[in-house]
């Protein structure tokens, strides 16, 4: 076999690939961070009602956000899907694509709408109290109607992505936001000039619904004015009619997608169940410090987003060479950005831990946790954009593998043996939630390689396919 072809690297090449990723990132980071958003305000909200529905709230988006982010990635095999097919030229197909992935999202909608008004498995999980467990109920009832809707929207979301059309997407995310904020503090609070009661939490869900039908309603209504979206041949036959070899190469890609943003959302939220064992002073630190790494991955994720779009576009034009160093340079600018903003975070803990609580005890309880926040994030930033761009060449197998392995096996299950000093010798040091964010660290650095490996050897093993014979 010969040798793959050198990469040749410029700075004018890296610089023009940086301008590239960020014009398609910027608009996913905003939109993330308006999503983001939703459950911002609603706690801001739930907070002033009564312990028992925040306690309701934190319950049932536990329980919705397992359901829908697992669907979520399954659905999402229309990006890059999309995204090749897009840069081959075959916009019909690519539509087509569309479609069959609308199918895949109302089947997940049934079954997802349906463990959210039977929850009885997942809340035997968290075992509420009967006033917690009735509030749950009511607001997971009314996210069982927003769910068919935000899967149906990421159907808008992946196609958009995929064809470059990120700013498509924001737009509706934070006319969404606008709509879920007035609606979810009427909900909540209630209005009694005009006969609306205080709902507490189940107003959330209810003001989330109205706000993802809203923004799927406006999806639908740009795409069928909208003159770029005429060559991709979306209107004229209906929903047309589900295609098996499309439905099953969809799912042969998003259902390990699914499985590998399930593990790491759950790996998380396990996480601060175990930690809870451990004491309220113990979670509520976690708390402050998963919040800061939640908002601090919204770049490296947008980053990856648009990396793997841009890829997958330039894999679909058989431009292998470009496609292998957007991958690169990729990657490059989510580890440097990573490691800066890691830094900074990391230099300025003591103030950055002081915007979210004037409380001493909690913010000791924070502290040693954000000690290892620089290393995480990084390593969360590498993993996270080699992913995306193996999803981009159709790999998404091994990664699941991966992070079953790293993030289950070494983050969650090493965490536990340290914060609970399963093998009596750990360190009091080491012990506690001290111990789940030590060894979650690792696992991420272990995924980090893992995957900067499997990224290297792809790369190297399509370039070398994709080759034409020598004569």
Request: proline content about 5%; charged content about 10%.
């Amino acid at each position: 076999m010969p040798e793959a072809q050198p990469l040749p690297t410029t700075r004018s090449t890296l610089t023009s690939n940086t301008g590239r990723i960020v014009r398609q990132a910027w608009p996913v980071f905003v939109g993330q961070v308006a999503v983001l958003a939703y459950g911002t305000v609603d706690t801001l909200l739930v907070a002033r009602v009564s312990p028992s529905d925040l306690a309701a709230l934190a319950v049932g988006m536990s329980v919705y956000i397992t359901i829908f982010i697992g669907f979520m990635g399954v659905v999402l095999a229309i990006s890059p899907t999309v995204g090749q097919l897009y840069g081959a030229r075959k916009l019909s197909a690519a539509g087509e694509q569309a479609h069959q992935a609308v199918w895949v999202a109302l089947a997940l909608s049934l079954l997802g709408s349906s463990l959210l008004l039977f929850p009885e498995p997942l809340l035997a999980l968290a075992q509420p109290t009967p006033e917690v467990r009735a509030k749950v109920q009511a607001y997971l009832s009314a996210l069982a109607v927003s769910l068919p809707a935000a899967l149906l929207f990421t159907v808008y979301r992946g196609f958009n992505n995929a064809i470059s059309r990120p700013k498509a997407v924001m737009v509706l995310q934070l006319l969404g936001l606008l709509v879920k904020i007035p609606l979810s503090t009427m909900a909540v609070m209630g209005v009694p000039a005009w006969g609306l009661p205080a709902l507490g939490v189940e107003g959330c869900g209810w003001a989330t619904a109205v706000a993802m039908w809203t923004q799927l309603g406006l999806a639908w209504w740009w795409m069928r004015r909208d003159s770029h979206y005429q060559p991709f041949e979306l209107w004229g036959r209906g929903l047309h009619q589900p295609h098996a070899a499309s439905l099953k190469g969809l799912l042969r890609l998003g259902l390990p997608m699914g499985m590998s943003i399930l593990v790491e959302v759950t790996g998380f939220s396990f996480m601060a169940l175990f930690i809870a064992r451990t004491g309220a002073l113990a979670v509520a630190g976690h708390q402050v410090a998963m919040n800061v790494v939640t908002l601090m991955f919204m770049m490296p994720m947008a980053l990856a987003n648009a990396t793997s779009t841009l890829v997958a576009q330039r894999v679909g034009a058989a431009d292998v060479l470009d496609a292998r160093r957007l991958g690169w340079h990729g990657l490059l600018l989510g580890a440097g950005i990573a490691t800066g903003l890691g830094l900074t975070v990391h230099l300025c803990q003591q103030q950055v831990v002081a915007l979210y609580t004037p409380d001493a005890a909690i913010a000791a309880a924070a502290l040693p946790l954000l000690t290892w926040v620089a290393l995480f994030h990084v390593a969360d930033a590498i993993q996270t954009v080699a992913a995306f761009v193996l999803r981009a060449w159709r790999v998404a197998t091994v990664p699941m593998l991966i992070y079953v392995a790293a993030l289950s096996g070494v983050g969650l299950g090493g965490g536990y043996m340290l914060a609970f000093n399963v093998p009596g010798n750990v360190p009091a040091s080491w012990q506690g939630a001290q111990g789940f964010w030590i060894s979650s660290t690792v696992g991420l650095m272990i995924a980090a390689v893992a995957m900067l490996s499997l990224m290297a050897w792809t790369l190297n093993a399509k370039a070398q396919s994709l080759k034409p014979a020598a004569a």
